[in-house]
């Protein structure tokens, strides 16, 4: 006879000898629970009163048992703490699960001789690493540029979101896959055409986070090497062409005197002989 076989057997024969009936059922189950890895899970189970035993299941071996004189824990990593209700006389039974990680997820009952068992569910969170792909990117004016952010080993897969200058931005894709563990690595990324030096921060959330995880990186726009050359080879081409066209214009104006000294002359030339 196994451990939890013989203490049903030592359940039953004291309710035999007292006639407790079913004053015992489990008037409050315990609740799904779900918490970040290296956290703490509690969990509580309340009996009527008369009650003659209680046992915790956890992913289906026995972990707690309990009668009104003593508790059987089977582990260092569980706590357990016992009260009653001195009105209405209802057992509090409350166990904690010490560390857990997500192998530890799974499903915990709490068990009453006299009434149907209550069972909920305990789901373990793993917060990974989060980076950029990059740890800069330089990029010409009216450029499009792709910017990529990297989780590894989270569960679930993260809620990622980007930011541009602190203004949230929804122009990104998000891609998950799953890893071995039962975890998950994501990718997020953004594409953006930044009008001058940017700042980007990355986020990744999940339920059980305090709060969310971040990793910034930052856009430089800087014109380049050829950009430039076109640009001076601007400048002397209009500074020739304003050479010239102001060479052209002061031959135009000498020629102008020229004339109108020349026609000047004739005139004075045409006036003397008329008066002779």
Same mark, same amino acid.
Request: aromatic content about 6%.
């Given at each position: 006879?196994?451990g ?5 057997s030592?359940?039953r024969?004291?309710? %035999?000898?007292?006639?407790? +009936?079913?004053?015992? !059922? *489990? &008037? ?8 970040? $890895? @290296? ?44 009260? %009653?209700?001195?009105?209405? +006389?209802?057992?509090? !039974? *409350? &166990? ?8 530890? $997820? @799974? ?19 793993v ?12 990029v ?22 980007w ?52 990793t ?61």
């Open positions: 006879m196994n939890t076989a013989k203490f049903w030592k359940i024969l004291k309710r %035999t000898h007292k006639s407790y +009936g079913l004053t015992a !059922s *489990i &008037i409050l189950g315990p609740s799904d629970v779900t918490v970040l $890895s @290296g956290s703490n899970a509690t969990f509580q189970c309340i009996v009527g009163p008369s009650w003659t035993g209680i046992m915790w299941v956890y992913q289906n071996v026995s972990i707690v048992n309990i009668t009104p004189k003593e508790t059987n824990v089977a582990s260092n990593g569980i706590i357990a703490q016992n009260s %009653t209700n001195s009105v209405t +006389g209802d057992f509090s !039974s *409350i &166990i904690t699960l010490l560390n857990v990680k997500k192998s530890n $997820s @799974g499903i915990i009952q709490c068990y009453s001789l006299s009434s149907v068992l209550k069972e909920a569910t305990l789901t373990v969170q917060s990974g690493t989060l980076s950029m792909v990059k740890d800069s990117y330089t010409s004016p009216n450029t499009t540029v792709n910017v990529s952010c990297e989780a590894f080993g989270w569960f679930p897969p993260p809620t990622m979101t930011k541009i200058n602190n203004t949230d931005s929804s122009d990104y894709t998000t891609v998950s896959t799953e890893v071995q563990g039962g975890l998950y690595d994501t990718r997020s990324t953004l594409t953006l055409i930044p009008q001058g030096n940017t700042s980007l921060v990355c986020v990744a959330n999940i339920a059980t986070l305090g709060s969310p995880i971040s910034t990186v930052n856009v430089t726009v800087k014109a380049s090497a050829d950009s430039t050359t076109v640009s001076n080879r601007d400048v002397i081409i209009i500074a020739v062409t304003v050479s010239v066209c102001g060479f052209l214009l002061l031959i135009v104006i000498i020629v102008i005197i020229i004339i109108c000294c020349r026609r000047k002359k004739q005139r004075d030339t045409s006036y003397q002989s008329t008066t002779w």
